[in-house]
């Protein structure tokens, strides 16, 4: 999204439950994001993140820390008070969140003010194309569709469930391959959307799918004192 700082007290004393900083944030504001009472969750994208936070705030902020690492959050999680929510990360498991830097001990929920708390990866087993290309398309034409196809070790297809479809039309079939279909109402423009497959182990895979609607061609003839000097097409 483009954001790279976040001003002095910007939301300091704000009420809210959580803020989710994005990964493309460096710098911070003195208390730009604790709260008075230390109950607001900051989320953060990773550990430079916490340590550029802390150098502004003195190391006092008593807001509690939640580093994802790497994860980010989809629309629709559920942020609850004082719990912390579940991210997700590309082509990872998430195991849960630990109170301690190398994620031993016991996973926790509940936040207590002035801890720091940190995600916990696992890979995962299964295989899903990386992007979808659907390439130009002309306006106005059936530009066909595409299937992703989740896989585990051996190779077998398997069910899987997707998220994040607002331009794109996605069926799942009966023999579990996820049929994408652009829009037929889609403008001249191009366009990207990242769809996110869920394999059966919990893990979560970005699959950014792409595609440019072109003017349909159509040749124009200019004539001017009776000859043709110009052809545009379009």
Do not use: M
């Amino acid at each position: 999204n483009g954001i790279t700082s976040i001003p002095v007290s910007t939301f300091y004393g704000v009420n809210t439950i959580c803020f989710v900083v994005p990964g493309s944030v460096t710098e911070f504001g003195n208390y730009s994001l604790d709260d008075r009472t230390g109950s607001r969750i900051i989320y953060l994208y990773n550990t430079t993140q916490e340590e550029a936070l802390k150098a502004v705030n003195l190391g006092n902020g008593s807001s509690p820390r939640a580093i994802t690492k790497g994860g980010i959050f989809l629309e629709g999680t559920s942020f609850e008070s004082g719990k912390l929510a579940q991210p997700v990360n590309n082509g990872e498991i998430f195991k849960g969140w630990y109170d301690n830097e190398n994620c031993t001990g016991e996973p926790v929920t509940n936040v207590a003010a002035r801890k720091t708390y940190y995600a916990e990866w696992l890979s995962s087993d299964y295989t899903v194309p990386e992007n979808i290309n659907f390439g130009s398309v002309v306006y106005g034409v059936d530009s066909g569709s595409q299937k992703i196809e989740a896989r585990d070790a051996e190779e077998h297809i398997i069910a899987a469930t997707i998220a994040g479809n607002d331009i794109f039309e996605t069926v799942v079939n009966e023999d579990n391959t996820i049929t994408v279909t652009p829009h037929s109402n889609l403008s001249v423009g191009e366009y990207e959307e990242t769809l996110y497959v869920t394999t059966p182990d919990g893990a979560t895979f970005f699959v950014p799918v792409t595609l440019e609607v072109v003017p349909a061609g159509s040749e124009l003839a200019i004539w001017a004192n009776g000859a043709e000097n110009l052809s545009l097409s379009g």
